[in-house]
């Protein structure tokens, strides 16, 4: 998809077959109407919240500490975001939402 390969190698029919099935839906997505984008990001949700719904039907609910480790470890920026200044973390990330 982004790089050519050299050009002596050849195509296997499979992965060319591919690449261009990988393209055609590249294209068909940049090409689509906004309410198609707003359709496909609503249906991907969907079907994300469904699967953590059928995993704590299954499973169980979470312990608020394991919940809590997981926030922690969302939220973690990491050392070397850490290591710098207040000020100049704020300049580059931009406004918070």
């Known amino acids: 998809l ?3 390969l050299p050009a002596g190698v050849p195509l296997d029919p499979v992965v060319s077959l591919f690449l261009r099935r990988e393209q055609r839906e590249q294209r068909r ?3 689509s109407s ?3 984008r707003l359709r496909r990001f609503l249906r991907r949700k969907f079907f994300l919240f469904r699967r953590r719904a059928l995993r704590n039907l299954a499973l169980g609910r ?7 480790q997981e926030v922690a470890f969302a939220n973690w920026r990491g050392e070397e975001e850490e290591a710098r ?12 939402l």
């Open 2 to 4: 982004g790089e050519p």
């Open 29 to 31: 997505e940049q090409d």
């Open 34 to 36: 906004l309410a198609q």
């Open 62 to 68: 979470p312990a608020p500490e394991r919940l809590a």
């Open 85 to 96: 200044p207040e000020t100049d973390r704020g300049a580059q990330r931009g406004p918070e």
